[in-house]
């Protein structure tokens, strides 16, 4: 887990990173907004400590640019700042912040309030899988094309599922009998061909992202090697 600390005051900021690190979290320091912004160019964190205090942006602007970013509104992001007013409280909540935390703090809470913002985070990457305009609900086993729910049957749902969580991996018919059916099943390969075919059939104009590879298997990717 990687996580960034934006607070302009060097003591509080080597305080929180020996904390992270005595946890094996791996984290990065930045004094100033325009430092922060530039390394977001280059690696999206995991979470984000964000003072509202810096000294060329302000905290709750960065909360606001990053909200309103595809790429980074759903990064957890606790705000640590000495203001401890109820409108800049209720300003950052209000704006998406999902925690907020007052100076002085308790490096114990501090790494339990960050422990929690990453488990939340961590299950919630587990309820969806996404991919080319095909939405996976793993929670209520539904399956969406472009917005629009599509029925499969249950072996047909495990296998678009297994298929997406291997992206561009070409997949032997023997893994997907293996990792779908179960090691014991006994039925031929034949089986996981006719599946696809029923597959590829209800998603509609997304079905050119499941290729065959030949003489192996199948993959879902936005490219086909045997072009």
């Known amino acids: 887990m990687l996580i960034y600390i934006v607070e302009d005051d060097n003591s509080i900021q080597k305080l929180i990173e020996y904390a992270l690190k005595s946890k094996n979290y791996s984290c990065k320091g930045f004094e100033k907004g325009k430092e922060f912004f530039k390394e977001m160019d280059n690696e999206i964190p995991d979470l984000i ?9 302000d905290g709750i602007e960065i909360l606001k640019i990053l909200k309103q970013n595809p790429k980074t509104n759903d990064i957890p992001i606790m705000m640590i700042t000495a203001k401890t007013s109820e409108y800049d409280i209720v300003s950052s909540l209000d704006m998406g912040a999902d925690d907020y935390m007052k100076k002085p703090f308790s490096v114990l809470e501090l790494l339990s309030r960050v422990n929690a913002l990453l488990r939340r985070k961590s ?20 399956v969406f094309v472009d917005g629009k729910n599509i029925s499969l049957t249950y072996k047909e749902f495990e296998l678009l599922k297994y298929m997406i969580s291997n992206v561009d991996i070409v997949l032997s018919r023997e893994n997907l009998l293996n990792s779908v059916w179960g090691y014991d099943y006994e039925g031929e390969t034949r089986t996981v061909d006719m599946h696809i075919k029923f ?3 209800k998603l509609g104009d997304k079905r050119d992202l499941i290729h065959t590879v030949r003489g192996v298997g199948y993959k879902i990717s936005m490219r086909d090697d045997n072009e």
């Open 123 to 142: 299950k919630n990457e587990q309820e969806f899988l996404e991919f080319e305009g095909i939405k996976i609900d793993l929670l209520r086993r539904k």
């Open 199 to 201: 597959l590829r059939e």
């Open 49 to 57: 400590l964000l003072d509202i205090m810096l000294p060329d942006m």
